[in-house]
């Protein structure tokens, strides 16, 4: 992979919006579920998995919707239970007397909407009142998973302290899935594999934190057979020079490089067992086979039945794209 870049946002932008260090655009999540809607009745399309040690760097914008309808951004869980506060209405609320004040908010909405047309946010409120109203029940045994089997808890590190909240929110991923949730993301808070120092304990520890989770994840969905219709992607938005930054001692680190480092990718339509491209001698520019964050963006949006350059909407005066940034490909050699 390359961006070109050097910084986090910058080249965390490129990845989710298309170009590089422009905030206020679609994020890939929000292009997909407007390209392909959603297959879940009772769940939103696009959910976001967020860590307890506080937001990614750059926080909402990686999943915002830009100027798509509000309906395509990203629904974020808490990262402790409750995932979704408010979940289940007050008992002297619930059953008929909720479903008789659901019926009469619906009707009132849709006068309200009637007479304005046109008003997206108004419509995503909506939407949003309703799916909320739907999700009490869904979304309720989606998150639990607590009757998963023991093997299975053991198989994502949820008998372990240093794997169980990553491995819990890659089972939740693997059941919102199966569910037809379209987009799940997973983010750890702030950036821990920015290693600028102590590199040797502090790569470790995150490593140990979500190598098994990660492992797992894609041995469970294609044991269930998911894996040949979902796509797994694994990677960061920049990676590490291949030279120590400061001393070269315990306090050592590495700096940024957007220049040349790696994502991996399972299921999908992938191929299996291969590597795709390599850098220079001392690891530090993409030099065979360089991929951008618009060929992967095209190379996503192609797995799933979509023409990147025909995934169009009209804003400010033209049609957009997400992969407006630079020309893009389809990395067809790494296709099934």
Not at 85 to 103: C, E, F, S, T, W
Not at 120 to 142: C, H, K, N, P, V
Not at 203 to 216: F, M, S
């Amino acid at each position: 992979m390359q961006t070109g870049f050097n910084g986090h946002e910058v080249s965390i932008r490129y990845f989710h919006g298309g170009i590089a260090g422009i905030t206020g655009r679609p994020t890939m999540g929000s292009w997909v579920v407007y390209g392909l809607g959603s297959e879940a009745r009772n769940l939103p399309a696009y959910m976001v998995l967020s860590d307890p040690g506080g937001p990614p760097v750059d926080a909402a914008h990686n999943w915002e919707c830009g100027f798509l309808p509000p309906l395509y951004q990203g629904t974020v869980l808490r990262p402790q239970e409750p995932r979704i506060l408010n979940l289940n209405p007050p008992p002297d609320a619930a059953g008929d007397v909720q479903r008789q004040n659901l019926d009469l908010l619906a009707a009132l909405n849709r006068r309200h909407l009637a007479a304005r047309p046109g008003e997206a946010d108004l419509e995503a409120r909506i939407a949003s009142y309703e799916l909320a109203a739907a999700m009490q029940t869904a979304a309720s045994e989606a998150l639990d998973v607590s009757r998963e089997p023991q093997r299975v808890k053991a198989m994502y590190g949820l008998d372990r302290p240093e794997t169980r909240e990553y491995g819990t929110r890659c089972l939740i991923a693997r059941r919102l899935v199966e569910r037809g949730v379209r987009f799940v993301q997973l983010f750890l808070g702030g950036q821990p594999w920015d290693n600028h120092n102590t590199i040797r304990t502090g790569l470790p520890a995150i490593c140990k934190r979500t190598d098994q989770p990660a492992a797992a994840l894609v041995k469970d969905l294609k044991q269930r057979g998911l894996l040949d219709t979902t796509l797994v992607h694994w990677g960061g938005e920049i990676g590490r020079l291949p030279v120590c930054e400061g001393e070269l001692n315990a306090q050592a680190g590495r700096d940024h490089n957007g220049q040349g480092f790696t994502c991996w990718l399972a299921g999908g339509g992938v191929k299996g067992g291969m590597t795709y491209g390599a850098t220079d001698e001392v690891g530090h520019k993409a030099a065979e086979n360089v991929v951008t964050p618009n060929d992967f963006q095209a190379t996503l949006l192609h797995l799933l039945g979509i023409d990147h350059e025909r995934l169009v909407y009209h804003h400010g005066g033209r049609p957009q794209r997400l992969t407006d940034g630079r020309p893009a490909r389809v990395v067809r050699d790494i296709l099934v």
